[in-house]
C-alpha cells in the first residue's frame, strides 16, 4: 500500500464529486425536505387540534351534561344539549356535516362506561379530546354518586408522574432521549447517501473502462482507501452542512442545551460513527464492484445494504432498555456495533470498558472489510459483463487472483 | 541483448481453464514486440499479470530498468487496456494530469505536455472540454496519450487497434514507431497479425494459453520453409513445365502470370534458376506467407485446433 497513491486518489474523488450536480443537490435537499416534512406534520398537528368539532349530547339522566360542559370549556369541542326525541334529527344533521356526531347517555351506560358515539363514517372520526373529557367527566359523575367530597375526589384524581432519574440524582430529558435517536439517524442516513454515491461511482468506473487503467497505476486497496476517505470526507462535510442548518433552525424553537451531549459522550460517538462509516463504505464499494449496472444490482445485493439499518429498526426497544442482553449482544456484532452503540452511548452511561471493546470490535469489523472489500474489489472490477454471484464471492475469498 | 522484462513459466487458470499455460518470455530493451493469437487465446490475462492487475498462480516476473532486476515499478509502465476509458464527465486535460499524476508526474509538467499532445493530435480545442463531448475516434486519441504521457520506459499496449478506424490506426503505429525510435520498448497484443505484422521486431505467438511459436519476426519467417513466389513472363511462353517442379504448387495462373508456392530444402535459388533458364522473366516476387497463415499452419501441424471466443 502507498499512502501517497491513497492520497492521490483521495483527492481526486473528494474535488470532483464535491463539484458533481449530486453532492449539490443531495446536500441543499435534504435539510429542504426535512424542513418540509417536519413543516407539514407541526402544521397538521396543530390544526387538527384546534379544529372546531360540533356535538350533540341526549343526556337521559338529565344530571351528566354539566360535568362534560366544564370539562370542555376551553376545548375546541363544542357540545350541545338535545332531548331524547330529537334523535332522528341529528342523525340527519350529522349525515349532512352540520354535526360531527351525537353521544346518547343513559343510566345504564354510565354504569357500565360503553357509550356509543354516532358519527357520519367511523373511520374518519377524531375523537380523542372527546373520548378524554368523557372519560374525565364520567369519572367525577361517579365518584360524586358514590358520595365522595370535592377534595376527596381532587385527591384521588390529581395526576401521576413517573419521573425517572438515574441513581445520581441526575434527570433524564426528553431532549436527551431524542438526540441519540437523532445522531444515528443522521449516521445511516449520511451512509446510505454518500455509501450509494460511493457504489455507483465504482459501478459507472466499471462500466466506462476506466478501472483497469487505474488499477495499473495503483493497487486495488490503494483504489479502495482513498475512495473511502475522499467519500467520507464529503459524507462529513455535508452532514456538516446539515448539522448547522438543523441547529440553526431548531434553536429557533428549542433551549439546545437541553440534547443533553457533552463532550465526554460526543467523543466516542464520533469515533463510532467514523468507523461505522469505513466499515460500510468498504461494504457499499465492494458491492458496486460486483454489480455490472445499476439496473441489475440483484435482489441480494439490495439486502446486504439494508444490514446496517437492522439496528434502526429495534431502535425504539434499545433507546428504552440500552442494556438489555440482546442490545449488549447486537454491540459485539461488527456490522451492527456503530448505530447500536451511537444509540446507546447517547440514551445511558455506559462503562468505559465497555465502550473500549466494543469500539475494539468495531475496528476488527473495519479492518476485516476493508480486507473483504479489497479482494471483492479488485476480482469484481475486471468482471465487465456481467454481475457476480454471491457464491462467486465465496470463490474469490478463498482464491488468489 | 539487455533484456528489460523477463517472464518465466507464467500460468493462471480461471476454475478448470488454463487462461495462460506456463509462458515464458523476455523482451528486449527498445524492441517492438508482439504477443499474437486469436481472440481468448490469453494475451489479456497474461498482461494483466505483467502489469500486476492478476495475480499469477504459478512463475515470476521481472523487470531490469536500470541495469538491474526489479520487482514492478508502475509507475516505469504505460498501460493501454482492451477495455478502456475515462472519465467522461471530467475535463479531457484534467483527466490526462490525474492519471500521469498517478504515474508520479508533477502536476505542472504533466498538463504542459499533455497540452503539446493534444495540440499535436488537433484536439488543442478541447483541452478544457468534458471528454463526453469528444467523437469516439478523439476519445481513442486522448486514451492512447494517456497510457504514455509519463514517458515509461516500457509500455503495454492490449489490442492498441481494435476498435478503430483507418485513420487512427495509421496514427498509432505512426506513434509506436516513435516511441521505439525514442528507445521505448513496447509490448503489444493483436488478433489481427497483419496489423502488427510490420511493427514488430519479435514476436510471440500463443493459443489456448501455450505458446505456439516465438522469436524474432525475421529469424521466424526464413526458418519458414514456404515462399510465395508472383512471376511474369512472355505470355508467348510455354508455362507447363512449372507444374512438374518438385515443391511448387501453382495457386493462380494465367498466359504470363503466376502465382505459386514453393518450399524447397536447399531454398529459392535452385527454383530463380530454373525459372531463369527456361522463361523470359518480366517481373519477379518472393516473399514469405503472412505470419497469420505461418500462425494456423504452425496449429495444424501441431493437431491443434484455433480457439475463437
Known sequence: MKWLNVFKVFRWEFLKNLKS??????????????????GISYYSSVSVSKEEQQ???????????????????????????????????????VEERELNGYLIITAENVQSGMIDYFVRDAKEMNSMALDEAVTAALTRYRMEKTGLTAQEIDLVTAPVVLHPRSVSGEEVSVAAAIAPFFFSMVLVIAVMISGQVLMYGVLKEKRNRIVEILLSSVSALDLLLGKILGFGLLGLLQIGIWMIA???????????????????????????FVGGYVMFAALFAAMGATMKDAE?????????????????????????????????????????????????????????????????????????????????????????????????????????? | METILNVKGLAKSFGPKKAVDKISLSVARGEVMGLLGPNGAGKTTAIRMIMGILTPDAGEISFNFNGRAQPLDKSKIGYLPEERGLYEDVRVCDNLVYL????????????????????????????????????????????????????????????PFSGLDPVN?????????????????????????????????????????????????????????????????????????LKMIPGLRILQ????????????????????RELGSKLTVSAITVEKPPLHEIFIETIRKRGEDIEVA
Open chain 1, 21 to 38: 450536480p449530486v453532492f449539490l443537490v443531495t446536500t441543499l435537499m435534504m435539510p429542504l425536505i426535512m424542513l418540509l416534512a417536519a
Open chain 1, 55 to 93: 356535538v350533540a349530547i341526549i343526556d337521559e339522566t338529565g344530571e351528566f351534561f354539566p360535568y362534560l360542559e366544564s370539562k370542555l370549556a376551553t376545548s375546541p369541542v363544542k357540545v350541545t344539549l338535545h332531548e331524547p326525541a330529537q334523535r332522528e334529527q341529528l342523525a340527519k344533521q
Open chain 1, 246 to 272: 438543523g441547529l440553526g433552525v431548531a434553536s429557533r424553537f428549542l433551549d439546545l442545551r437541553q440534547l443533553g451531549i457533552s463532550p465526554a459522550e460526543l467523543f466516542p460517538m464520533v469515533l463510532f
Open chain 1, 296 to 401: 441489475g444490482g440483484s435482489q441480494t445485493q439490495g439486502m446486504v445494504l439494508l444490514i446496517p439499518m437492522i439496528p434502526m429498526f429495534a431502535s425504539g426497544s434499545i433507546l428504552l432498555s440500552p442494556n438489555a442482553t440482546w442490545v449488549r449482544v447486537f454491540s459485539y456484532i461488527p456490522i451492527f456495533t456503530p448505530t447500536t452503540m451511537l444509540m446507546r452511548i447517547a440514551a445511558t452511561t455506559l462503562p468505559w470498558w465497555e465502550i473500549a471493546a466494543t469500539f475494539a470490535v468495531l475496528m476488527l469489523g473495519v479492518a476485516f472489510f476493508i480486507y473483504l472489500g479489497a479482494r471483492i474489489f479488485s476480482r469484481g472490477l475486471l468482471q465487465f459483463e456481467r454481475t457476480i454471484s454471491f457464491k462467486e464471492i465465496g470463490k474469490m475469498m478463498r482464491k488468489n487472483y
Open chain 2, 100 to 159: 500521469a499524476g498517478l504515474k508520479g508526474k508533477p502536476a505542472t509538467e504533466a498538463r504542459q505536455e499533455a497540452l503539446q499532445w493534444l495540440e499535436r493530435l488537433d484536439l488543442g480545442a478541447y483541452a478544457d472540454q468534458k471528454l463526453e463531448k469528444l467523437s469516439k475516434g478523439m476519445q481513442q486519441k486522448v486514451q492512447f496519450v494517456a497510457s504514455i504521457l509519463h514517458r515509461p520506459p516500457l509500455v503495454l499496449f492490449d489490442e
Open chain 2, 169 to 241: 490506426q495509421d496514427f498509432f503505429k505512426e506513434i509506436i514507431r516513435e516511441l521505439q525510435a525514442g528507445g521505448t520498448t513496447v509490448l503489444l497484443s493483436a488478433h489481427q497479425m497483419n496489423l502488427v505484422e510490420e511493427l514488430c521486431d519479435s514476436i510471440f505467438l500463443i493459443n489456448h494459453g501455450r505458446e505456439v511459436l516465438s522469436g524474432k519476426l525475421q529469424e521466424i519467417k526464413e526458418s519458414y520453409k514456404e515462399n510465395i513466389v508472383e512471376l511474369r513472363f512472355d505470355p508467348a511462353e510455354d508455362s507447363t513445365f
Open chain 2, 253 to 272: 495462373e494465367q498466359p504470363g502470370w503466376a502465382i505459386m508456392r514453393y518450399s524447397g530444402s536447399a531454398g529459392i535459388n535452385p527454383l530463380l
